[in-house]
């Protein structure tokens, strides 16, 4: 299926850039071989949402890393989304949620 095949090149074009952007020497690979669903690189793992989130948002390395790890230090939810932690710091989000 055509569209099927364009969705599998956007991904992977996407996976590319991510891997460019964020990591020096990725060693990556899509999770199962599913190509669009969980990307693995370099001991972390990432949605195809958020690797279009990363870069629609131009996050840094820094910030993609920091939320990654708030992630997995908070199972229950980090209490803000990537989008306002990139736009607006840790810090003022912090005071957010703990008003």
Not at 24 to 33: K, L, Y
Not at 39 to 46: G, H, I, L, S, T
């Given at each position: 299926m055509k569209e099927i095949k364009a969705y599998n090149k956007a991904a992977q074009a996407l996976a590319d850039k991510f891997t460019k952007t964020?990591?020096?020497?990725?060693?990556?690979?899509?999770?199962?071989?599913?190509i669009g669903g969980v990307?693995?690189?370099?001991?972390?793992?990432?949605s195809v949402g958020r690797i279009k989130e990363a870069l629609e948002l131009k996050a840094?390395?820094?910030?993609?890393?920091?939320?990654y790890d708030l992630e997995l230090e908070r199972p229950d939810g980090v209490g803000y989304n990537f989008k306002n932690?990139?736009?607006?710091?840790?810090?003022k989000?912090?005071?957010?949620?703990?008003k």
């Open positions: 964020y990591f020096e020497e990725p060693d990556s690979w899509w999770v199962g071989e599913e990307f693995y690189v370099n001991d972390m793992f990432f840094t390395q820094e910030q993609l890393f920091e939320y932690f990139v736009k607006y710091g840790k810090n989000m912090e005071k957010i949620i703990t």
